[in-house]
């Protein structure tokens, strides 16, 4: 009942920003954006790449954090902005999302994301269409369809050097695979050239890293509570003479209290033809605050050049079901304000046994420390071979068995040493 109400409250609260944003706009939303044009340069260019749409949010809480996840990576939404994040997720996940975005297009995607150990791995896929129509000088339409990118995503990373007292360093690489589709269009007379469409295939690759540490941590946790990410994404060869939509990005996330988490993403983009003709760098900011063990309330900031991107959002856990719905008033895709909201669906699929081998560990490793206590050191030492062999990155059981296997080793040569005298 607490979940349903959560979700109904989050509903109301978007809905009312978004009637608000209607009603006040365009006088308030020209105030934010005259805020930061103020002296500012239209980048002369942006939108010189092709396959845009690997840059547009699926939706998620990528999205509703002002696509500042670089360093947050934390849910199935990494998938397009940090490769390195499959090895990282507590959960196996399958999610669903769809997007309204400009006009009649539309958004679908799915991801598959578990983890085996320190290996992760990840499939995914996006599709995005809207209808497609040509009509002559006189009114009458020659051509119909619909023009729409797909990209299917291959993912897979490795969290390197794990412990107990350093999270480890996760590397990753995606391989993606694009296809635009477009219709035949007519010549000056109105008839339809077969073969002129401007379909295309992309082939291209992202790479990112990803740590996590304690730094001014205020709280008591075992999770670590700073990140830091790198991701370079679509890197590839060109496309029918234009390049891909090459970005290079540094993330950060900082949690000073437990339930809030703030997170900053900055973007190079990279023109692989032509590096003068690279876009300038934008960047985002984002907000998480968790309200329960259930709901989660988020809220991000993107600016692309004088454009800036509002989103909020609100996260329902319904385990093993998530519901996230997402609120984005926008003017980083078109000069005049857009509203549209996302939702996505997230499964809880389990964690392969994880939590439960990590809890059986720690309560072999307090035996072994009991025993330690009492001076049974060979017990104390069983204990703790058998929690490493739960957890072998379990740094506490394996200082305290060596310890004590190093003064059992003593105790041995002591009592060789009195049989000689």
Avoid at 266 to 292: C, K
Wanted: charged content about 20%; hydrophobic content about 40%; overall charge negative.
């Amino acid at each position: 009942m607490k979940r349903i109400f959560s979700l109904a409250l989050s509903l109301v609260i978007l809905t009312g920003v978004c009637a608000d944003a209607q009603t006040l706009y365009p006088s308030a939303y020209e105030l934010i954006y005259s805020m930061f044009s103020l002296g500012g340069q239209e980048d002369p260019n942006e939108g010189s790449t092709t396959f845009l749409s690997t840059l547009v949010p699926v939706g998620g809480s990528a999205e509703s954090m002002g696509m500042a996840f670089t360093a947050v990576a934390d849910d199935a939404s990494f998938l397009e902005l940090n490769p390195a994040g499959s090895a990282v997720q507590d959960r196996t996940q399958f999610a669903f999302y769809h997007n309204n975005w400009i006009a009649d297009t539309r958004i679908e995607a799915a991801v598959y994301t578990m983890r085996l150990g320190t290996l992760g791995l990840s499939v995914g896929g996006k599709w995005l269409y809207l209808p497609f129509t040509e009509y002559d000088d006189f009114a009458d339409r020659v051509s119909t369809g619909y023009y729409s990118e797909a990209i299917a995503i291959a993912n897979a990373s490795l969290l390197l050097f794990p412990g107990y007292y350093f999270y480890g360093l996760s590397v990753g690489a995606s391989a993606k695979f694009a296809y635009r589709s477009m219709p035949d269009y007519s010549d000056d007379d109105g008839n339809i050239i077969s073969g002129s469409d401007q379909s295309a295939v992309a082939v291209m690759a992202d790479l990112g890293m990803l740590t996590k540490f304690n730094l001014f941590k205020l709280y008591a946790s075992r999770e670590k509570n700073f990140s830091l990410g790198l991701a370079v994404k679509n890197v590839g060869p060109p496309v029918k003479g234009e390049p891909l939509p090459t970005v290079a990005t540094a993330g950060l996330a900082y949690s000073f209290l437990k339930p809030i988490l703030v997170s900053a993403d900055i973007s190079f983009p990279i023109n692989l033809m032509d590096f003068s003709a690279s876009e300038d760098l934008y960047w985002g900011v984002g907000y998480r605050m968790t309200v329960t063990d259930f709901w989660k309330l988020q809220a991000g900031f993107l600016i692309k050049g004088n454009n800036p991107r509002l989103s909020v959002g609100a996260a329902i856990d319904f385990s093993p079901l998530t519901l996230e719905v997402n609120y984005t008033l926008d003017l980083t895709t078109q000069f005049s304000p857009l509203n549209r909201m996302s939702i996505e669906a997230r499964f809880d699929m389990g964690d392969m046994g994880r939590s439960s081998r990590a809890t059986q560990s720690e309560e072999l490793y307090l035996k072994g420390l009991d025993a330690y206590a009492a001076g049974d050191l060979d017990l104390a030492i069983s204990y703790w071979n058998e929690s490493l062999k739960l957890d072998p990155y379990f740094d506490p059981a394996r200082e305290n068995r060596d310890t004590a296997q190093a003064a059992v080793e003593m105790r041995q040569r002591m009592l060789e040493l009195q049989r000689l005298e």
